[in-house]
């Protein structure tokens, strides 16, 4: 199983942007998809976005046509372009693999990079 390493979190304010990296040793769709997760405190761990090897992406209705999935095959990297934040938007961020065929969620999860958006 390919280890994945999440970055590019930080503070930002209301309105702002932030990029995330999810990078791989080696090819980073070994099981088809990327997605990326969130959990806010007190809260449950949700879906933010996936990718497939393929180019398909979802988004959760709460992110649609703010933030951006994208892959980087050359560089074993998926991406999460996230403009227009909001408060709600504050959360760890994770990245995982997926099983493109079930979207079963496969290994454990990393250390996620803190993502805080101030009013």
């Known amino acids: 199983q390919v280890q994945l390493a999440e970055s590019g979190g930080g503070l930002v304010q209301a309105g702002g942007s932030l990029k995330l990296s999810c990078a791989a040793s080696?090819?980073?769709?070994?099981?088809?998809?990327v997605g990326w997760y969130r959990q806010a405190p007190g809260k449950q761990r949700e879906l933010v976005a996936d990718i497939t090897n393929g180019g398909s992406t979802n988004y959760a209705d709460s992110v649609k046509g703010r933030f951006t999935i994208s892959m980087n095959n050359a560089k074993n990297t998926v991406y999460l372009q996230m403009n227009s934040l909001k408060p709600e938007d504050t959360a760890v961020y994770y990245c995982?693999?997926?099983?493109?065929?079930?979207?079963?969620?496969?290994?454990?999860w990393g250390q996620g990079t803190q993502v805080t958006v101030s009013s």
């Open positions: 080696r090819y980073i769709f070994t099981f088809g998809a």
């Open positions: 995982t693999h997926k099983r493109v065929n079930t979207g079963t969620i496969v290994g454990s």
